[in-house]
């Protein structure tokens, strides 16, 4: 088999080993860059108004990635707001939710939380001190067609700052067996290659 037939041929491996979905962010409008509202988001609050608080943040400071953040707040310590977005999923199949989020909280004196949740996993943050942008991973496994990807959270001014939220498909292990496959295809040539050359 020459060079060029092998990458060929582990190009198509890959390709179809690789559902488009594995790779592609779910999330739309993942990193707030869409413009100044949260646009694909849907916002909830239990107090009238009370999502107002949260923006979208150009700050450069509060920026992880791109002109925007989302700046999470709340306008009591009693009120939890949620800002949360369904994507379309395949029953049974696993996927990834990773986001980016810094927690502003005035040196301790700020209570805060927030509950992340993925489908049908999820995790809860108690009050924390301040961070810088921290990347979170959370795995969880579709029940149905559509999933919710929600933050539902409390800070009174600072504010949380999440940023660069995306949910992937995680490829099947049969899959990483072919592109492992296909790549080895691209050594073994690559090798032959040299082999006759040197000869």
Same mark, same amino acid.
């Given at each position: 088999?020459?060079?060029r037939s092998?990458? &060929?041929?582990?190009?198509?491996?890959? /390709?179809?080993?690789? +559902?488009?979905?594995?790779?592609?962010?779910? &999330?739309?409008?993942?990193?707030?860059?869409?413009?100044?509202? #949260? !646009?694909?988001?849907?916002?909830?609050?239990?107090?009238?108004?009370?999502?107002?608080?949260?923006? !979208?943040?150009?700050?450069?400071?509060?920026?992880?990635?791109? =002109?925007?953040?989302?700046?999470?707040?709340?306008?009591?310590?009693?009120?939890?707001?949620?800002?949360?977005?369904?994507?379309?999923? &395949?029953?049974?199949?696993?996927?990834?939710?990773?986001?980016?989020?810094?927690?502003?909280?005035?040196?301790?004196?700020?209570?805060?939380? =927030?509950?992340?949740?993925?489908?049908?996993?999820?995790?809860?943050?108690?009050?924390?001190?301040? #961070?810088?942008?921290?990347?979170?991973?959370?795995?969880?496994?579709?029940?149905?067609?559509?999933?919710?990807?929600?933050?539902?959270?409390?800070?009174?001014? +600072?504010?949380?700052?999440?940023?660069?939220?995306?949910?992937?498909?995680?490829?099947? +292990?049969?899959?990483? /067996?072919?592109?492992?496959?296909? #790549?080895?295809?691209?050594?073994?040539?690559?090798?032959?290659?040299?082999?006759?050359?040197?000869a």
């Amino acid at each position: 088999m020459s060079f060029r037939s092998a990458l &060929i041929a582990a190009a198509l491996v890959a /390709g179809v080993a690789t +559902p488009a979905s594995a790779v592609t962010n779910l &999330i739309a409008n993942g990193g707030f860059e869409a413009g100044s509202t #949260f !646009i694909s988001w849907t916002g909830t609050s239990n107090v009238s108004g009370g999502f107002a608080a949260s923006s !979208i943040n150009s700050n450069p400071a509060d920026v992880l990635t791109g =002109l925007n953040s989302g700046l999470l707040r709340t306008v009591g310590t009693s009120t939890v707001n949620t800002l949360s977005q369904s994507v379309a999923t &395949i029953a049974s199949r696993p996927y990834v939710l990773h986001y980016w989020l810094m927690n502003r909280d005035n040196s301790g004196r700020v209570v805060d939380s =927030l509950t992340v949740t993925s489908g049908s996993t999820v995790t809860a943050f108690a009050d924390r001190p301040s #961070f810088a942008y921290t990347q979170f991973t959370q795995y969880f496994v579709a029940n149905s067609s559509s999933s919710l990807i929600s933050f539902a959270y409390k800070h009174v001014s +600072p504010n949380f700052y999440l940023d660069d939220v995306s949910v992937t498909m995680v490829p099947e +292990p049969a899959a990483w /067996g072919l592109m492992v496959a296909g #790549f080895g295809m691209v050594g073994f040539a690559m090798r032959r290659r040299v082999r006759t050359v040197a000869a």
